[in-house]
T-cell receptor
């Protein structure tokens, strides 16, 4: 049973436009969410996170939105750049539930930003 | 900040041999270290969680006698793949986090990964 789902395996966007990556979760114990970016044959790089006490967190071109009632979060990248092309993983943890900091990952979305 | 290194980055070995992979947090101390495995075009699969000075906690289906984890300090963890076979060929990634003393987040910082090929 997949607790974190990224239903779009891939997304293609034009340079300068907005990229929106979506993630859904089923475990109501999850209260901390993260986005990671990964290039082939490299480890994931932490991008941005959000706690369930917030519904939005912004860092430069990256904004994460959390809709707890819908168990949905999204990552917005504005403006998109060719260097943003990578696989983006959504991850979640039950921080307050004593999860020992374990993260559950989605399967990832391959973002391609075309020049 | 929050840099994690892994060594080696790539290893090729014969079937039946053992391979050790090191994971170090270079500029921070971490509460916990994690070992993941990634198959091509798949998500990250958590293998085990380890805390310094205690036994690792393995995920269901991961053989603890095959994947030995030692967590000697707050900055070093090692994964030894014992008696490796071709089906163990994979991309192994470690992570560390959260930062020691900071319990407000669950952020993990990842190493660059180790590509293991067993012939």
């Amino acid at each position: 049973d997949q607790q974190v789902k990224q239903n779009s395996p891939s997304l293609s966007v034009q340079e300068g436009r907005i990229s929106i990556l979506n993630c859904d979760y089923t475990n109501s114990m999850f209260d901390y969410f993260l986005w990671y970016k990964k290039y082939p044959a490299e480890g994931p790089t932490f991008l941005i996170s959000i706690s369930s006490i917030k519904d939005k967190n912004e860092d430069g071109r990256f904004t994460v939105f959390l809709n707890k009632s819908a168990k949905h979060l999204s990552l917005h990248i504005v403006p998109s750049q060719p260097g943003d092309s990578a696989v983006y993983f959504c991850a979640a943890s039950a921080h307050s539930g004593g999860s020992n900091y374990k993260l559950t990952f989605g399967k990832g979305t391959l973002l391609t930003v075309n020049p | 900040g929050a840099v994690v290194s892994q060594h080696p980055s790539r290893v090729i070995c014969k079937s039946g041999t053992s391979v050790k992979i090191e994971c170090r947090s270079l500029d921070f101390q971490a509460t916990t270290m994690f070992w993941y495995r990634q198959f091509p075009k798949q998500s990250l699969m958590l293998m085990a969680t380890s805390n310094e000075g205690s036994k690792a906690t393995y995920e269901q289906g991961v053989e603890k006698d095959k994947f030995l984890i030692n967590h000697a300090s707050l900055t070093l963890s090692t994964l030894t793949v014992t008696s490796a076979h071709p089906e163990d060929s994979s991309f192994y990634i470690c992570s560390a986090g959260p930062l020691a003393g900071d319990t407000s987040t669950d952020t993990q910082y990842f190493g660059p990964g180790t590509r293991l090929t067993v012939l």
